[in-house]
Structures are given as C-alpha cells and as structure tokens.
C-alpha cells in the first residue's frame, strides 16, 4: 500500500526513533508499504519517519531505476567505521521536496543491521550507498539534509 510522505516542517521528522525489538506480520506489512511508497515517489531511500513509524527502520533500493531492483531493509543500523575521505553529492529528500542540497559525506561505511528476517548483517559501502544509508540514518535521527552541510 502506497502510504503519504510526510513533509517539512512536520515535527515528526525531527523524532528521535526507537529501536525495532521484533519483526510482526504488521512490520512486515510495514516493509512492503515503504517499498511500495519508495518506488511509486522514485525515491532511492525512504526512512519510517517520512512514513510516520518512528522505529529504527528504512529502505532503499539504488539501482532499480536502471532496472536492477535490490532492495534492502535496515533495521536498527548502526555505523560501525565512516571513512575520513569524503564525498559531495546533490541529495533529495522525497519529504523536502524540490529542494536538493549539496552535502558532504563519508565515501565509505561500515554498517552493522537486522534485516526483516531478523538475521544480523555487517556490510561495508561506498559512493553513492553510503550517502544514501547515511542520508536515511540521519532520518532516523531527526536530522534533515537542510540542517547543515555535515
């Protein structure tokens, strides 16, 4: 089900999320609602908050819009090694819209998450994953990108 992306200013964006214990038939639901919503607004990551589920969960998917879908469900990630090196990107947010920002982040990271099969995962990225990761870690957060510049 394709659910509203709520939008700046609503305060809930700036929610600090609580950890996700257990994956229910309804967090799983809630999984295939933000797929659903993340592919019909061609977003690259969407964040619970953006939703209104305030628990340590999101989703992306980098490479479906060149036809490759691998979608990824992060759930109370934690980042374990951001690199000194860094990168500048144009970033969106599908809850700030027509409003790209300029933002620096770390070109490689280190994740540690539950996925929805609750199987603990440890993966490094780089480029353009990583900003997305960290762009919907900050979510998480209650950061936006037009916040600051990290």
Not at 9 to 21: H, N
Request: aromatic share 6%; charged share 25%; with cysteine.
């Amino acid at each position: 089900m394709i659910r509203p992306i709520i939008k700046y200013p609503d305060p809930l964006l700036r929610s600090i999320c609580k950890p996700l214990l257990e994956i229910t038939e309804c967090r799983l639901n809630n999984i295939q609602d933000m797929l659903d919503t993340l592919y019909d607004a061609s977003g690259r990551g969407l964040a619970g908050p953006q939703i209104g589920l305030l628990i340590r969960l999101f989703v992306i998917d980098i490479t479906w819009k060149d036809g490759i879908s691998d979608p990824k469900i992060m759930i109370n990630p934690e980042v374990l090694f951001e690199s000194d090196e860094q990168q500048i990107n144009e970033e969106r947010c599908l809850s700030i819209p027509n409003k790209p920002v300029e933002i620096i982040r770390p070109k490689f990271i280190e994740v540690l998450w539950m996925d929805e099969k609750e199987n603990i995962n440890r993966g490094s990225f780089s480029g353009i994953t990583a900003a997305v990761i960290s762009h919907e870690i900050d979510h998480l957060d209650g950061k936006l990108i037009i916040d600051n510049n990290r």
